[in-house]
Nanobody, 125 residues
Framework: QVQLVESGGGLVQAGGSLRLSCAAS????????MGWFRQAPGKETVFVAAISWNGGRSYYGDSVKGRFAISRNNAENTVYLQMNSLKPEDTAVYYCAADRNFGGVEAATSAYDYWGQGTQVTVSS
């Protein structure tokens, strides 16, 4: 069992940056692939980024490529999402998720076994 807690969300102006963190409990964190997803009001959950267990592979949704970067620190049981050049359409609740298939960098929500509670990101125009 893994518990995930996101932090770092907030209100930022368009063009600004935020860094989200996701802290995981449990010794197995380094064996999980990790992902970030987001959900805007009234819309479905959308894939943002994923990273393999050792950080060797990463994958991004088309809408964030070149602006967002996912990374992880296994010694600190934490995964990060650096978000730059933020746009109003990035406004959403952001969730981190853990996939027991450590090598995967999956975009499907069904691939993930554990989810955090989310952190709100609001980008003003």
């Amino acid at each position: 069992q893994v518990q995930l807690v996101e932090s770092g969300g907030g209100l930022v102006q368009a063009g600004g940056s935020l860094r989200l963190s996701c802290a995981a409990s449990g010794r197995a964190f380094s064996t999980y692939a990790m992902g970030w997803f987001r959900q805007a009001p009234g819309k479905e959950t959308v894939f943002v980024a994923a990273i393999s267990w050792n950080g060797g592979r990463s994958y991004y949704g088309d809408s964030v490529k070149g602006r967002f970067a996912i990374s992880r620190n296994n010694a600190e049981n934490t995964v990060y999402l650096q978000m730059n050049s933020l746009k109003p359409e990035d406004t959403a609740v952001y969730y981190c998720a853990a996939d027991r298939n450590f090598g995967g960098v999956e975009a499907a929500t069904s691939a993930y076994d554990y989810w955090g509670q989310g952190t709100q990101v609001t980008v003003s125009s």
